[in-house]
């Protein structure tokens, strides 16, 4: 029982270490913010790639994000505001990302399996 008890103190003690790790998004409210953020992104890639863990997929797929984020502009400060304020808004527009040629790829890919012979 005292063991029981034990090992789940240890799981939610465990858990909460966890969730306090850097991996979390911090809430992004200025630009400086936006670069900071983009900035440690680039840092974890740069360490992921130099620890030599990726096949040449991964390589080539981690510099090619890397060079989109060094790249990409920089939101304004109003579109940071738009943003915060109108979460919903872009959370919905994320489910539909991709919605419309997904149901065209699936349609596709099943007649072509039902023609072969």
Known sequence: MNLKVLVIAICFLSA?????SDMKRKDVSTVDDVKEFRASMIKRMNTKLASGDLG???????????ALLETKPLPTQEQINWRKENRKAVKSSRGQKGKSNAGKKRKYLQKRRNHRF
């Open 16 to 20: 909460s270490v966890f969730a306090d």
């Open 56 to 66: 040449k997929r991964g390589v080539k797929f981690l510099e090619n994000r890397i």
